[in-house]
Nanobody, 115 residues
Framework: QVQLVESGGGSVQPGGSLTLSCASS????????MGWYRQTPGNQRERVAT???????EYTDSVKGRFAISRADSKNTVYLQMNNLKAEDTAVYYC?????????WGQGTQVTVSS
């Protein structure tokens, strides 16, 4: 069993920045990949960014150049640095870990971008 706890969400004005954190109850070195996803009401959850065990990263096109995913293995934590936030980034952001026993999700953290 893996527990993932997200934090760092909140309200910010357009152009602002936030950093999300995802803390794992187990060593993230045992996970294939970790990632951030987001979901708005009535829509499917979409992949935002992922990072592999080897450090390779992938981003959805709409956040390239603005968001950065990183990991701190010693802290069992993955981060999502979000810069130049836009209203369309408003969503609940979820952390996901791909493990040998299947995927695990966090409970989500709300990000609201509004003037």
């Amino acid at each position: 069993q893996v527990q993932l706890v997200e934090s760092g969400g909140g309200s910010v004005q357009p152009g602002g920045s936030l950093t999300l954190s995802c803390a794992s109850s187990r060593s993230i070195l045992s996970f294939y990949t970790m990632g951030w996803y987001r979901q708005t009401p009535g829509n499917q959850r979409e992949r935002v960014a992922t990072i592999s065990l080897g450090g390779s990263t992938e981003y959805t096109d709409s956040v390239k150049g603005r968001f950065a995913i990183s990991r701190a293995d010693s802290k069992n934590t993955v981060y999502l640095q979000m810069n130049n936030l836009k209203a369309e980034d408003t969503a609940v952001y979820y952390c996901k870990a791909e493990t040998r026993s299947g995927p695990y999700w966090g409970q989500g953290t709300q990000v609201t971008v509004s003037s």
